[in-house]
Antibody
Framework: EVQLVESGGGLVQPGRSLRLSCVAS????????MHWVRQAPGKGLEWVSTITWNGGIIKYADSVKGRFTISRDSAKNSLYLQMNSLRVEDTALYFC?????????????WGQGTLVTVSS | EIVLTQSPATLSLSPGEGATLSCRASQSVSSYLAWYQQKPGQTPRLLIY???NRATGIPARFSGSGSGTDFTLTISSLEPEDFAVYYCQQRSDWPYTFGPGTKVDI
């Protein structure tokens, strides 16, 4: 069974940093692209970032480009999102999602999410 | 950026009825469109990928169709557990985008 467990969220002041983690199990982590998707309170889904199976392709939403960095560690079966220069509008539930494919497919499995609140 | 528009915003139906949800793209996404279901307080669930392929474990009452810019998610006969918000999403081009969602309620 695929399991994705996010952590690292919390309350942070604008301009500060957070690092989100997602530990994956139940599948061969190295074989799949991984994503971060967020959902602001009461709002819809917003894609944040993608990293392909080998890290060869990394993409970001314009809203986070230059501030967020996605990475993965195959030894730890983990996905990360380093979030710098956080803004109030980054407040959201952040989901880690497994792709159907190695590169560009659909978001096949989702974690429960970790809540990031940016507020002074 | 490819903008996805979903209609209607809300669909009020009864169990046993059929539902037709629409997703329109601002430019062609070929067949690279997916549908997700999200119930209150739950994580999204992949229903349909690449326009018409049901994800693992998804009941046959869910079907997807369309191509290019116009897509449809059809629920043939609503079960009580189907009342939720449905999002479409394209992977044709970066940035990936989601539609704003259609809420199917009783």
């Amino acid at each position: 069974e695929v399991q994705l467990v996010e952590s690292g969220g919390g309350l942070v002041q604008p301009g500060r940093s957070l690092r989100l983690s997602c530990v994956a199990s139940g599948f061969t982590f190295d074989d799949y692209a991984m994503h971060w998707v967020r959902q602001a309170p009461g709002k819809g889904l917003e894609w944040v970032s993608t990293i392909t199976w080998n890290g060869g392709i990394i993409k970001y939403a314009d809203s986070v480009k230059g501030r967020f960095t996605i990475s993965r560690d195959s030894a730890k079966n983990s996905l990360y999102l380093q979030m710098n220069s956080l803004r109030v509008e980054d407040t959201a539930l952040y989901f880690c999602a497994k792709d159907r494919l190695a590169a560009r497919g659909a978001f096949e499995s989702w974690g429960q999410g970790t809540l990031v609140t940016v507020s002074s | 950026e490819i903008v996805l528009t979903q209609s209607p915003a809300t669909l009020s139906l009864s169990p046993g009825e059929g539902a037709t949800l629409s997703c329109r793209a601002s430019q062609s996404v070929s067949s690279y469109l997916a549908w997700y279901q999200q119930k209150p307080g739950q994580t999204p669930r992949l229903l349909i990928y690449d326009k018409s392929n049901r994800a693992t474990g998804i009941p046959a009452r869910f079907s997807g169709s369309g191509s290019g810019t116009d897509f449809t998610l059809t629920i043939s006969s609503l079960e009580p557990e189907d009342f939720a918000v449905y999002y479409c999403q394209q992977r044709s081009d970066w940035p990936y985008t989601f539609g704003p969602g259609t809420k199917v309620d009783i």
